[in-house]
């Protein structure tokens, strides 16, 4: 699934890789195609449609749902952004349909009956290992979902500014390992090149002080707009 231009975050990872040297393949994995768990560092399931939402819950659960558990097993990275963290969880209620959701995160969300919509830019704390003290994401979210979360289950951050989850909790995302959800997008990585180069060392096993250095000017710049853009 992809809407919000969330395709942007693949293509900031793979820049920064070959900006260092690293190598990069994207695999896609489309309605009907296995996964191999073994065959990949990271793991990403954008956002969609309602309508999309239904036809990529069903597949998941079908054709890769088993494959994830197992890359999530192993330690490799899964990333869900927007309807992707609702995927991750173990359903969606639609008024009274539910979306199966593959289970990897103790969590479900449910769309607000009123139908209105969690929408505008935010950011949100967190703290990451390999990372000394808190970091700002920011960016911008748009859900009829209100996502929660089970007993234990850790936010991936802390609200300064926005809904989060559900408007209430003063949670966003989720993060279980090395299983990552949130709402954030528009999209989230070239807003935050910090948290791209977490996710891409966190990945490849290694302190994420050990990638080569960057000119990061213009990132910089984007990560400070969308901060003043969520008033932070």
Known sequence: MNIYADRGNMLMLERRCAWRGLGFTLTAAGLGDAVDPDAHDLFYLGGGQDRDQRLCAQDLVDTKCDALHAAAARGALVLGICGGIQLLGHHYELGDERVPGIGLVDLHTVRAADGSRLIGNVAIEVRLPGLDGPRVLAGFENHGGRTMLGTGVHPLGRVLRGHGNDGRSGAEGVLAGTVIGTYLHGPLLPKNAWFADW?????????????????????????????????V
């Open 199 to 231: 996710l891409l060392a966190t990945a490849l096993g290694l302190d994420p002080a050990a990638l080569a250095p960057l000119d990061d000017r213009l990132e910089d710049a984007a990560h400070a707009a969308a901060r003043r853009a969520a008033g």
